[in-house]
């Protein structure tokens, strides 16, 4: 069905967040190790192929023509330090990629944004690799 609405909307790959399950007998799937996260590309004409580059605990990294592509899954059960070391990982393959544009989707703990009392400090966690113009 998202291969369809992918078609639908003329799209070429899509980001699947708490993905039921993912094909691994499927190259037009990826996913991390933990099954949270997942990208699923439609093969058209002229259409990039969708390359798997890097994985994490809830992140997935694949090359997609002239970009790269991460889409992340970070639930709210994980602990801070869970969620940092899933950003570090993240980090750290957004950046051995440079000076390749990155275009990032997904889902992270939103809590963690919202002034809950994990909220990070100024300039910490995710928006950091950004702001650092690095990515």
């Known amino acids: 069905m998202l291969v369809q609405c992918l078609a639908?909307?003329?799209g070429g790959l899509a980001i699947v967040a708490d993905p039921y399950r993912v094909p691994t007998d499927n190259p037009n799937w990826v996913?991390?190790?933990?099954?949270?996260?997942a990208m699923v590309s439609r093969h058209i004409a002229g259409a990039p192929p969708m390359i798997p580059i890097s994985a994490g605990e809830?992140?997935?990294m694949v090359e997609y023509g002239p970009i790269d592509v991460l889409?992340?899954?970070?639930?709210p059960s994980l602990?801070?330090?869970?969620f940092e070391a899933a950003?570090?990982?993240?980090?750290r393959d957004i950046l051995s990629r440079s000076p390749r544009p990155v275009v990032v989707g997904g889902t992270s703990m939103p809590t963690l944004w919202l002034g809950a009392p994990l909220a990070p400090t100024p300039?910490?966690?995710?928006p950091r690799t950004l702001r650092r113009g690095s990515a």
């Not at 996913?31 to 996260?37: A, E, F, L, Q, T």
């Not at 602990?79 to 869970?82: N, V």
């Not at 300039?123 to 995710?126: L, R, Y």
């Open 8 to 10: 639908e909307v003329g």
């Open 31 to 37: 996913g991390d190790p933990s099954g949270r996260v």
């Open 58 to 60: 809830g992140f997935v």
């Open 71 to 75: 889409g992340c899954y970070l639930p």
């Open 79 to 82: 602990d801070r330090g869970e």
């Open 87 to 91: 950003l570090d990982s993240m980090e």
């Open 123 to 126: 300039g910490a966690a995710w």
